[in-house]
């Protein structure tokens, strides 16, 4: 979850081999799937070894192990035989292995939709928690825990808490719920829940130690625009989801310039899916291969959806840094600055832009809390600030 946000990283061919034979087996394999289906589970148990709070570790029971593009991830039964997981955990793919608390596995239908944000539901018949599911809005402040996957144990876990930072502002319908609960690959579909056990979000995405999810409320709309009549529109989109994924995979340790050909290509799938997250992830890769407009205007829809995204800012102000283009920076780093007063990489960008930007009062302002925050890095700011050198010659205009 370093530097490029992403819940998990995908190995399209372990999975395969176990969903691929699914969808194309006819004869008794079919009937042992719809058998597999039709098997009743018995009520699930809590998150093993859970430290939470107690209503946090019952809650904790209905957060399942889901395998199905992504090796791993997260699903939360949200009534009975319904369960919701994060769209890119699933992409295209028409089924989901869940693995139940006793080490079991069921094979889930994956529910079409037309929802535009990063959710989708699964289907399996017979499944059950102890408890009914209790909700409540995400609030500023309120300590939250992660429940999801966790990828070295192979089974749910209960993470330690966080607190919520940011709630969607009014009119920003897929805005998230900004939160420093501990998350790790693997979490993606899992639950956000409170203390007293309510579920407020499903956890998104994730990098630095500033994570997201997206408001359980989100699922009431996920269900009007899911059901078999979204069969086709839905495929489209998964398609978008694969191909922009499996396109991320491949700059992953490119060692020569991408193409402009496969630039676009990234670009105009990752833009397909309506994902911020996978705006994100497909503005970094571009970004890093000096595609800086078509990863500016990523990263600015990110914000369009969700102004209060801190990866999104900080990456749409490092490209604009690179591309040099300090002025229409700096109203970003005053942002930056308010959100993460003490991050170096922040106050270093600020410092910089406002220097050769010509603000020398968010310069003054960066060096100060640089001081505050970092003195070690005194002498280095102090002598910038004192006879900045010009920007390097050859950088993006």
């Not at 992403?6 to 061919?13: A, F, G, L, V």
């Not at 037309?114 to 399996?124: E, N, Q, V, W």
């Not at 501990?182 to 203390?195: D, E, H, T, Y």
């Not at 600055?337 to 003490?342: E, G, K, T």
């Amino acid at each position: 979850m370093a530097n490029d946000p992403q819940m998990i990283r995908r190995s399209h061919n372990g999975i395969f081999t176990v969903l691929r034979p699914l969808a194309v087996w006819g004869g008794a394999a079919c009937l042992w799937v719809s058998l597999m289906v039709a098997q009743p589970a018995e009520a699930q148990r809590p998150a093993p070894a859970c430290k939470a709070p107690s209503a946090v570790c019952q809650a904790s029971a209905r957060v399942f192990v889901v395998s199905s593009f992504d090796p791993m991830g997260s699903a939360v039964l949200i009534e009975p035989d319904l369960l919701v997981t994060s769209r890119h955990v699933v992409a295209d793919n028409p089924r989901a292995q869940i693995t139940l608390s006793d080490g079991s596995k069921r094979i889930a239908d994956v529910v079409p939709t037309t929802y535009s944000g990063d959710l989708i539901l699964l289907r399996l018949e017979g499944l059950m928690t102890p408890r009914a599911l209790t909700t409540a809005t995400a609030e500023t402040n309120q300590q939250v825990y992660t429940v999801g996957a966790d990828v070295g144990r192979g089974t749910t876990r209960a993470y330690l808490p966080g607190r919520v930072v940011a709630v969607p502002p009014d009119g920003k319908p897929f805005a998230r719920v900004h939160h420093s609960a501990r998350s790790q690959p693997g979490n993606s579909g899992g639950a956000l829940f409170n203390r007293d056990g309510d579920l407020v979000a499903i956890i998104a995405s994730g990098g630095e130690g500033r994570n997201e999810a997206i408001p359980v409320a989100e699922i009431e709309k996920l269900k009007t625009q899911s059901g078999p009549e979204q069969a086709l529109p839905s495929a489209r989109i998964g398609l978008a989801y694969r191909k922009c994924a499996e396109a991320l995979d491949a700059t992953r340790g490119a060692g020569q310039r991408m193409a402009p050909s496969n630039a676009e290509f990234l670009y105009t799938q990752c833009l397909a899916t309506g994902n911020r997250q996978m705006f994100d992830d497909a503005g970094r890769a571009l970004g890093r291969q000096q595609f800086l407009d078509q990863a500016l205007d990523l990263f600015q829809r990110s914000l369009d959806q969700d102004p209060n995204a801190v990866n999104a800012r900080l990456s749409l102000a490092i490209s604009l840094h690179v591309a040099q283009r300090y002025e229409e920076e700096i109203p970003h780093l005053e942002h930056l600055m308010a959100a993460l007063p003490s991050d170096p990489q922040v106050l270093r960008l600020a410092i910089q832009a406002g220097k050769w930007g010509g603000n020398d009062a968010l310069a003054d302002k960066a060096f100060a809390l640089l001081v505050e925050h970092h003195p070690q890095l005194k002498p280095v700011a102090e002598r910038f600030m004192k006879q900045p050198p010009p920007p390097r010659r050859g950088a993006p205009k």
